[in-house]
């Protein structure tokens, strides 16, 4: 049972423009949820998280957007470029239950951002 | 952001050996580590999670008596892969958290090979 889901794989973008990598989630405890780089063969790397009492949190060129009610959040990049070419996680996490916080990903989706 | 050591990067092994991955987290103390395995173009599948002085939590499907994580300190955890077989060839990947923390910092990761 797939609990958090990015539904693209892919996603290319040209440099200067808007990405948006979508991530859909069904359990409904899930009350804290982030994004993550990762680039091959590395571990992945912070990049913004959003609390569930929040709809939007930004972090320069980094915007999450989170809609509960349709259990869905985004990624936006704008402006995106070259160097933001790797794969994109999304992760939920649920601090009251069970294991105190462990998150559950995403399949991820890979960016690529052409000059 | 924080800095989590993941040591070794890479591995070969023999079939039938042992191999010990450590994860260190060298500048706050990790009260909570996860353990993840990737598969090629896959998504991290959390393995387990250890809390510093107690049992790790094994997920569904993870063998723990094959797959032993030792957190006997909050900078330092363990994950022993005993008797490994090419099947268990794979990316692994500890992340670490620490107390009062929501976000996770991840290792570099381990690529390990069995032969």
């Known amino acids: 049972d797939q609990q958090v889901k990015q539904n693209s794989p892919s996603l290319s973008v040209q440099e200067g423009r808007i990405s948006i990598l979508n991530c859909d989630y069904t359990?409904?405890?899930?009350?804290?949820f982030l994004w993550y780089k990762k680039y091959p063969a590395e571990g992945p790397t912070f990049l913004i998280s959003?609390?569930?009492?929040?709809d939007k949190n930004e972090d320069g060129r980094f915007t999450v957007f989170l809609n509960k009610s349709a259990k869905h959040l985004s990624l936006h990049i704008v402006p995106s470029q070259p160097g933001d070419s790797a794969v994109y996680f999304c992760?939920?996490?649920?601090?009251?239950?069970?294991?105190?916080?462990?998150?559950?990903f995403g399949q991820g989706t890979e960016l690529s951002v052409k000059p | 952001g924080a800095v989590v050591s993941q040591h070794p990067s890479r591995v070969i092994c023999k079939s039938g050996t042992s191999v010990k991955i450590e994860c260190r987290s060298l500048?706050?103390?990790?009260?909570?580590m996860f353990w993840y395995r990737q598969f090629p173009k896959k998504s991290l599948m959390l393995m387990a999670t250890?809390?510093?002085?107690?049992?790790?939590?094994?997920e569904q499907g993870v063998e723990k008596d094959k797959f032993l994580i030792n957190h006997a300190s909050l900078t330092l955890s363990t994950l022993t892969v005993t008797s490994a077989h090419p099947e268990d060839s794979s990316f692994y990947i500890c992340?670490?958290?620490?107390?009062?923390?929501?976000?996770?910092?991840f290792g570099q990761g381990t690529r390990l090979t069995v032969v």
């Open positions: 992340s670490a958290r620490g107390q009062g923390h929501t976000e996770a910092f």
């Open positions: 359990n409904s405890m899930f009350d804290y």
């Open positions: 959003i609390s569930s009492i929040k």
């Open positions: 992760a939920a996490s649920a601090v009251i239950y069970n294991q105190g916080g462990k998150l559950i």
């Open positions: 500048d706050f103390q990790a009260t909570t």
């Open positions: 250890s809390n510093e002085g107690s049992k790790a939590t094994y």
